[in-house]
Structure formats: C-alpha cells, structure tokens
C-alpha cells in the first residue's frame, strides 16, 4: 500500500502532466493524493519542498535515458545523440523539465551536478580520441547550457523556436565549435552566450528579458543582407 508521500508526489507528477508548477495548488494536489492540507507541510516543509523532490524524481528518468544512449566508435556522434535525447524528454515533459531546469534559487536538485558529470564523461572520449579543442570544462558548460536554452525557447515560444531544424542547428553548431567538427561560424560565441542569457532570463538570475529572444532570433537567422558587405 503506498504511503501519503508516495501518493503526494504521484498526484503531483500526475497533474504536471498538462498543468504548469505554478498552475497546481496545494489543495488540488491533497485531493488527488487524498490526503489532508497539513499532509504536505508533515513530509516536505512547503510546497516548494514538494516541488523539488519531485523535480529530483524527474532528474532520475533524465538521467536513466541519458544512460541508455549508445556508445558508439564516434564520441562526437555520440555527443548528438545526447544532445537529441535531452529535447525528446523536455518535448515529452514540459512542465516537469520546466520545473527540473527552472529551479528557485535555494532548492537546486543535486541531480544537476550528475547530468554534467555524464556529460564531460562523453567529452573525455572525445578529448581522447583528439576530438576536443575546447578545454573540457568550457565544452560541457556550453553544450549543456544551449542544450537547455533550445529546450525552453521551444517549450516558451514553440510556434517560434519549436522546430527541430532549429535544435540541430544549434546543436551542430556548438559541438562543432568544442570539437572542431564544423567550420567555425563567427556566430558560435555570440549563440552560446545568448543561451546562457536566456536561461539567466527564464530562471530568474539575469535581466536579459525580451533583448536575448530578440537578438537569439537574430542569430538563429542569419546574417542579414549586408552584414558581409
């Protein structure tokens, strides 16, 4: 028989389904969970405890999908295909990778440090089979933080950004700046830094605002007709 936790942290889970975090109330959540108000605050503090164990349980799944890609004899295909798993579970979980990804400032989940642990593990191979002109550190925060920046513009702004093309061509763009893949675009830098500023901006930590979608935009399209004159 589960437990009142248990149940709390499935009806929780259950109605990220189709609602945002901020959407859900404690009193909707205890009614799923068939438990009293008091029930929440006994196991989890506050509601925001609530919401971080379960933005935990999300970073499990994350993190067991991440296991199961292959490993194959390229680590930068390997790179990709990472890159691609990680869009697929934000597309399929969007409220649940928005609160995993857009956490309050003191309630961080640990599991983070794990998701880029695996990551620079991936770079590792590719550094040892001379595939890495980036210093390793730099290469895992810029993939990690474009990666998470295409997943919440597509999630926040899908009519605009939600296209696949858009995510691969991010994608092929940074990790072929870190690995020296691809023909380096002078736009590579200005994009990673435009990520990092939209992620700043949807979590809270930097005033970037509509600026970085402008000038994001700007950069997923191109050079305009006389920037080559």
């Known amino acids: 028989m589960s437990t009142a936790r248990e149940r709390i942290l499935a009806a929780t889970e259950e109605l990220l389904a ?13 009614d799923r969970a068939k438990v009293g108000m008091p029930e929440i605050y006994r196991q989890f503090g506050d509601k925001q405890g609530l919401l971080t164990a379960v933005a935990c349980i999300g970073f499990e799944r994350f993190l067991a999908n991440k296991r199961r ?13 990472a890159w691609d798993s990680h869009v697929a ?11 995993m990804f857009t956490p309050a400032p003191e309630s961080q989940p640990p599991a ?21 002109r980036t210093p390793l550190e730099l290469a895992g925060q810029s993939i990690l933080t474009a990666n998470v920046g295409v997943c919440l513009m597509a999630l926040s702004f899908p009519e605009l950004y939600g296209a696949p093309e858009i995510s691969r061509s991010v994608r092929d763009a ?30 809270g930590t930097a005033p970037a605002g509509s600026d970085a ?15 080559d004159e």
């Open 18 to 30: 189709s609602k945002d975090a901020l959407a859900i109330s404690t009193r909707a959540i205890c």
């Open 69 to 81: 890609n292959p490993t194959t004899d390229d680590p930068v295909a390997d790179l990709r295909t």
């Open 89 to 99: 579970f934000a597309l399929d979980n969007p409220h649940l990778y928005r609160l």
């Open 112 to 132: 983070v440090g794990e998701a880029r642990a695996l990551l620079l593990s991936a770079l590792e191979r590719c550094r040892a089979a001379g595939r890495l």
């Open 174 to 203: 940074v990790i072929g700046a870190v690995t020296g893949d691809e023909r380096e675009d002078t736009r590579i830098t200005d994009g990673i830094v435009l990520a990092q500023a939209l992620v700043g901006t949807l979590t």
């Open 213 to 227: 979608i402008a000038q994001l935009s700007q950069a997923l399209q191109g050079p305009g007709p006389h920037d």
